[in-house]
């Protein structure tokens, strides 16, 4: 059973990512959401965590497609590629999206704006602990031990 939720949430969440990574790249899929994408950027570069410490200007649409090339990369790992490197970009994405929401706050965005950011901060922090548990229990198994806890 957890096997075909972690299958469902790297599907879902891999098919997600590489969409929104696309609509941060390039106004083919949609120009009106390419085009709210660049202002929001342009407002979110302005409160990039790192700019203010450091006292560098980050470029707004260096910004959006280093986001977009990492939630593209990452979601067709998500798709693709096998156990560790799951993991890996499951965990970048989360740092993305944890940046997202960041971002979101700082520059005073509505709830509804910041809503979808959480709830794939959630469904991600969901598939690595499932991912873990698999993990654990394999590892377990693979040791001689049972499946089932000791009652």
């Known amino acids: 059973m957890a096997q075909m939720v972690l299958t469902a949430l790297s599907l879902s969440l891999g098919v997600f990512f590489c969409f929104v990574g696309t609509l ?3 106004q083919v899929v949609s120009y009106e959401m390419h085009k709210d994408l660049k202002k929001n950027f342009a407002a979110q570069a302005k409160v990039f965590p790192l700019a203010s410490s450091l006292g560098v200007k980050v470029s707004p649409k260096l910004y959006r497609e280093a986001v977009g090339w990492t939630e593209v990369i990452c979601g067709l790992a998500l798709l693709f590629m096998p156990g560790h490197i799951k993991q890996v970009a499951n965990v970048v994405l989360f740092l993305t999206v944890s940046l997202a929401i960041f971002s979101h706050w700082k520059i005073n965005d509505r709830l509804d704006r910041i809503a979808p950011a959480i709830v794939f901060a959630l469904m991600l922090v ?19 031990g049972s499946d089932r806890k000791a009652e």
Do not use: E, M, Y
Request: with cysteine; glycine share 4%; hydrophobic share 30%.
């Open 24 to 26: 941060k790249l390039t």
């Open 126 to 144: 969901c598939r690595f602990v499932i991912s873990i548990q698999q993990s654990r229990r394999k590892a377990r198994i693979n040791d001689g």
